[in-house]
């Protein structure tokens, strides 16, 4: 089944007099329990992408079906549900509320989807528990090490069990072993049967997925699956496995 | 609704937090809520207190009373063509207490002014009322001590005075002034009654704390001429309903008294205190709505402060309102947000108004008249509800309509 299907959408924007073709004409399928990344130079319109799938944004042209809904013309409060509810983010730079705890933070998109709180509150400690830090829940970001920033960060995207993760080059601001341990997470949480999209520029991290889109010049260069997939721990295996 | 109200819980929280987090600048704008709050509920209790004064005082005189004068109180006729009438008399008095049906009671009343002395107590240009025993009638006077002098005191213009509490207070200040003697014109007058505070100092001189009663016989006899003043005659209304045809009835039986023929004017006026009530309305009210622009003013530049800090909020937590966004929050949501801060900002510095103006208004109240109600609760808490929602829409929509892409990109 497929979750995402992309066709021929363009992005333009107007910068001064001038018009950049951030996006020129892409289609993609991308289907359920899929783990791709998503490549590309700075400037090669990978940002936007990311942001159209992430409903963020929205297509100048083409059309944009989620789960079956053509989102590319929905109003701004209707892409917010979407988000809510179907797309999970974790960012480079973790994104987290300074001030509120890591329970709080996970917390907040339920807080948005209208889920009671006794229920809000034990799903929300269930999602940390998944991603190891049961003993951090009442940590405030800046109390937490940069790894356990973003453990939390994949908590709040995947407390509302959504369609997709869409994670932002999210081993960049981690030294390479915290990176790793991060890795070994999506892994798990793509065997537990999630659809990853991972966005980066380091081929390495890119390996982890098992089908890689390269983005050049607002175009797909590329698009192919991996053949060795790097597994994390070591082993190794094929896609389709 | 649900959704609503966890927004709104996570609102508040937030507030608390966002508050917390800037303690020293909420506090700085808070202050200027707390100004703006303070001085506009100050001035209303102010009003309402110099309110019930006068309507304290107008109740006190009789408010159903019309007051037959040789001129109309707030004249606004050209003056030349009043100025020959002629002044009303006690037999005018006398024919209309007569003939007149509708009124409960009829009184005349002469003023004139005068100096009394108690030993060495001296009270100069006191206002002296000389009137009958029916002049109770069409008031609603309540003593302190004693009584109203009574008919056989009137009829026989005895020596009898009845003071105002004010007149009292000074000229007896241990308090026992019944059965003294005060001196007016060399002559001795003994004290039968002194009335309880009627509280009325808007109505001047006419403020009947500050006025001493005696019968009238006294004035003609003592100070002035029976014809240097024109009487007024006052005559209570039975009820509200009765004004009306109390006052046509005045207005013929007066006709016929004065003798005038179907196509003269009447030479005479029927007052009523709306008159006294309009001017007072004319004047204070201006008043009244000048004190509130002025202090409105300042809660208007509290506003303004409160509204340059939730700017600088939005501007500081761009990066928060793009993670929000991010993870579902609608345009909504953080409009109500940042709303609900300003509305709790308000309200901190609201609050604390409501209490500096409790305080300054205990202290004003040695000054003026104030009246602390339950109002004036409601009023604060409205009025920094109110600055809040205004003070906190711009910056809140500003926050509300931003682009999620942006904002997160924000630094």
């Not at chain 1, 999506?186 to 390495?204: A, D, K, R």
């Not at chain 2, 004064?53 to 006190?60: C, E, L």
């Not at chain 2, 002559?187 to 009663?213: C, H, I, T, W």
């Not at chain 2, 809040?388 to 509300?400: E, L």
Request: contains cysteine; charged residues 20%.
């Amino acid at each position: 089944m497929n979750i995402i299907n992309i066709e021929h959408i363009s992005k333009v924007y107007q910068v001064g007099s001038e018009e950049v073709h951030a996006i020129m004409d892409i289609s993609l399928r991308i289907d359920k329990n899929e783990y791709v990344a998503i490549m590309g130079p700075s400037g090669s319109g990978k940002s936007t992408l990311m942001n159209m799938l992430g409903c963020l944004d929205t297509p100048t042209s083409g059309i944009y079906d989620f789960k079956g809904v053509n989102v590319s013309q929905m109003s701004d409060n209707d892409l917010a549900k979407v988000r809510n509810k179907e797309i999970g983010f974790v960012f480079q730079t973790f994104n987290l509320l300074p001030r509120s705890d890591a329970l709080h933070n996970v917390e907040l998109p339920l807080i948005y989807a209208g889920v009671p709180s006794q229920e809000r509150k034990e799903r929300a400690r269930e999602a940390l528990v998944n991603v190891g830090l049961e003993s951090r829940m009442h940590h405030k970001p800046n109390e937490l090490s940069g790894g356990q920033r973003q453990r939390v960060a994949v908590a709040r995207a995947l407390v509302t069990r959504p369609a997709i993760i869409l994670a932002d080059e999210p081993t960049g601001n981690l030294d390479s072993k915290t990176g790793e341990d991060i890795m070994t997470l999506f892994n798990e949480i793509y065997l537990q049967g999630n659809t990853i999209i991972l966005v980066t520029h380091e081929e390495y991290i890119a390996e982890h997925a098992a089908r890689i889109i390269r983005i050049k010049d607002g175009l797909i260069e590329r698009d192919e699956p991996v053949k060795n997939r790097f597994i994390p721990n070591g082993r190794k295996f094929t896609v389709n496995q | 609704m649900k959704n609503f109200l966890f927004e709104l819980k996570e609102g508040l929280s937030i507030s608390y937090m966002a508050i917390k987090a800037n303690k020293i600048r909420s506090a700085l704008t808070a202050i200027g809520i707390f100004i703006g709050v303070t001085s506009v509920v100050l001035m209303s209790t102010a009003i309402k207190g110099i309110d019930n004064s006068f309507q304290n005082g107008i109740s006190a005189l009789g408010s159903d009373n019309l007051y037959i004068d040789k001129w109309k109180w707030f004249q606004d006729e050209e003056w030349w063509k009043t100025r020959n009438r002629k002044n009303l008399t006690m037999e005018d008095y006398e024919k209309y207490k007569e003939s007149a049906k509708l009124p409960i009671a009829v009184a005349p009343q002469v003023w004139t002014v005068q100096t009394l002395k108690n030993g060495g107590i001296t009270t100069e240009s006191t206002i002296l009322t000389g009137t009958t025993n029916e002049y109770l009638g069409t008031t609603n006077f309540t003593f302190s001590s004693g009584r109203f002098f009574n008919e056989i005191e009137s009829r026989g213009a005895r020596n009898v005075v009845v003071l105002g509490s004010d007149v009292a207070k000074i000229l007896f200040p241990k308090g026992d002034a019944i059965d003294q003697s005060i001196k007016m014109k060399g002559q001795n007058f003994r004290v039968v009654g002194v009335l309880a505070e009627q509280g009325s100092f808007m109505l001047g001189s006419m403020n009947p704390d500050k006025q001493v009663y005696l019968p009238i016989g006294n004035v003609f006899k003592y100070f002035q001429s029976e014809h240097f003043r024109s009487v007024t005659i006052i005559a209570r209304v039975a009820n509200t309903a009765m004004i009306e045809k109390t006052v046509e009835e005045a207005e013929s039986i007066m006709r016929r008294i004065r003798g005038l023929s179907y196509n003269q004017e009447d030479d005479f006026s029927i007052n009523q205190q709306q008159g006294l009530t309009k001017i007072y309305d004319s004047t204070v009210g201006i008043i009244q709505i000048v004190g509130l622009i002025v202090t409105g003013l300042s809660l208007f530049v509290g506003a303004i402060g409160i509204m340059n800090i939730m700017f600088v909020s939005v501007k500081e937590r761009t990066k928060e309102i793009g993670i929000r966004k991010a993870i579902g929050a609608k345009k909504r949501t953080i409009l109500g947000q940042f709303i609900t801060e300003a509305i709790v900002l308000c309200l901190i510095g609201g609050l604390m108004g409501l209490i500096g103006a409790v305080i300054l208004s205990k202290i004003v109240n040695q000054f003026l008249p104030t009246s602390f109600q339950a109002e004036a609760v409601i009023l604060a808490i409205g009025i920094s509800l109110i600055t809040g929602v205004i003070s906190g829409f711009a910056p809140a929509y500003s926050a509300a309509k931003m682009d999620p892409v942006e904002a997160l990109r924000y630094e």
